[in-house]
């Protein structure tokens, strides 16, 4: 059923806690291949801000060690897996993530996405947003959503 699994991953402990999740679907599925994902979002120029403006060559300097930072951590998290059979890719994405994250998984025949939530609710949620939630409801595959640990219902 599924063959291809994408795991998005931010760079976090909390989103790390899917790994183990993974692994079984991974063992108990027969999936062939594993995508770890991050998206390096774009820094961009603050409008308004003259006093803090970076020139272009500065932006593309900052855009390109994040996009190194998230290669770096993604080829760590794959060097740790060791799951046996399987394809074990990373891949670097830019721009907003919850829409690159759909818009990958759909353009690679991904046939499940298996991502963490920090389970925020209330005014947090409303300001920091959920990733989880907005790939859940655009994304055209399943989503497996892994509450972290340490969840205290109804909050």
């Known amino acids: ?10 760079g976090s402990e909390l989103a790390e806690c899917v790994l183990p999740h993974a692994e079984t679907i991974v063992k108990g599925c027969g999936v062939s291949e ?6 390096a979002e774009q820094f961009q120029r603050a409008s308004g801000f003259a006093e803090f403006s970076y020139s272009e060559e500065e932006i593309r300097g900052i855009n390109l060690e994040r996009q190194k930072l998230a290669e770096d951590y ?4 794959v060097g740790r897996l ?7 890719k990373s891949e670097v994405l830019s721009g907003k ?3 690159c994250l759909a818009d990958y998984a759909t353009s690679n025949d991904v046939d499940l996405i298996i991502i963490a939530t920090h389970g925020r609710s209330g005014i947090s949620r409303w300001v920091w947003g959920s990733v989880a939630d907005r790939l859940l409801r ?18």
């Open 82 to 88: 060791k799951w046996d059979g399987v394809n074990l």
């Open 1 to 10: 059923m599924y063959k291809k699994i994408m795991v998005p991953l931010d």
């Open 74 to 77: 993604l080829s760590q998290v």
């Open 138 to 155: 655009s994304a055209c595959v399943p989503v497996l959503i892994v509450r972290a640990p340490g969840c205290i219902p109804g909050i």
């Open 97 to 99: 993530a919850a829409e």
């Open 34 to 39: 594993v995508i770890l994902v991050r998206v």
